[in-house]
């Protein structure tokens, strides 16, 4: 962890007007270590995960090579040991380099460590793959996290299917594309009795289909992302491949859909799917640049500016991305906790990220809630400049911000 490490007791911050909650949880992280470190560490991007409030990110195995290994998953977790500056839970790969084929050794990579397997970045496009891989999965207790995309239907698209596509003369991506395959794995959840998790999902007959999955009683769940209930589709001819990401943006309707399933819980969380990229990646035609945007330092805003503020949830409800673990403020327990303001308004500035990303279409909004302090296992992980801690108990050094 950090060198700030809170030794004595009695260090003060003054709160007034701050929020002290749960630290946050993202269980959509890309770290890009090992083989992309130009475009993010384990170090970099949890430095980045804490100064946006989160104490524990799950990340996603398609790095270089996969995490498809019992000694891959111990070797994010070593690195992590070393350099995080948050919790890191990895995902390992459902099959052997995500090529969607020869499943992984699922039992010893729950025994290694891995929290959930994906192929995550790409579909498993078997569905008799997918069958055998949740039978497997069955005998571990490790769901499994879909990336749902039907390649076929992609094809070349970088962006929706949709007017502003056509507009632009790009190919498009139809909303069906992930409908019919969050229908089929719905099916494979009924047929094998598996858990199943779909992530970052983006359109209203998705979100349909997870409702329905969940009325019929499958062990299924879901996610969403700050992009997909902040943006349509229409962001694409502003910020070109700042707003490319995969899934793409929807249309206003399927924004609507996602607001709506995030207030009537069939969304069951809130992750950011940070997914960095070089410049070099991104400074490209929208047809070329990669998929992908950073997350983790605009999640919380963007969640209290555009779901708290209008009123879709109320703070309290916020599963700000998860934020389920059981806090104890008892002296001497190590804590995951974050304190932010949330009327503080800030203008998103992609040159102070702590991420090496800086893909953004949110770059010069103005937001809500600002993250003051994060403490994980009890150690300060972020402190934001301004705020200052006393070291004298009981004199209390007033905040500036
Ligand atoms: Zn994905």
Known sequence: MGPERARE??????????VLAPGLVDLHVHLR????????????????????????????????????SPAAVEWVKARAATSARCRVHPLAAVTVGQQGERLTEFASLERAGAVALSDDGRPIMSAAVMRRALEYARHTRLPIVCHEEDLTLRG??????????????????????????VQRDCELAE????????????????????????????????????????????????????????????SARDREAVIEAIADGTLDCLTTDHAPHGAEEKLQ???????????????????????????????????????????????????????FDPDARWTVDPARFRSRGRSTPFAGWSVSGRVLLTVCGGEITHLEP????????GEAVAAER
Not at 156 to 181: H, K, Q, S, Y
Not at 214 to 226: D, I
Not at 386 to 393: E, T
């Open 191 to 250: 047929l094998t009795g598996g858990r199943v998790h779909f992530a970052h999902l983006s359109c209203a007959g998705a979100l349909d289909a997870l409702r329905n999955g969940k009325r019929r009683g499958l062990r299924v769940s879901g996610e969403s992302c700050p992009h997909y209930w902040t943006l349509t589709d229409e962001a694409v001819a502003r910020h070109g491949a700042d707003a490319k990401m995969n899934p793409p943006l929807r």
């Open 285 to 339: 035609t929208m047809d070329r640049a990669a998929f992908g945007i950073v997350g983790l330092e605009t999640a919380l805003a963007l969640t209290l500016t555009f779901l708290v503020e209008p009123g879709h949830l109320t703070r309290a409800s916020v599963r700000c991305p998860g934020s389920t673990r059981k806090v104890s403020l008892e002296p001497g327990d190590p804590a995951d906790l974050v304190l």
């Open 386 to 393: 301004g705020v200052r801690v006393a070291d004298a108990p």
């Open 33 to 68: 270590e090992p083989g992309g470190e130009a475009k993010e560490t384990i170090a970099t991007g949890t430095a980045a995960a804490a100064a946006g409030g989160f104490t524990s990110v799950a990340c996603m195995p398609n790095t270089r090579p996969p995490v498809d």
């Open 156 to 181: 070349d698209g970088c962006m929706n299917e949709g007017p502003t596509a056509t507009r632009l003369g790009l190919a498009g991506i139809p909303a069906a594309a992930e409908t019919v395959m």
């Open 9 to 18: 007791a009695g260090r003060v911050i003054d709160a007034r007007g701050a």
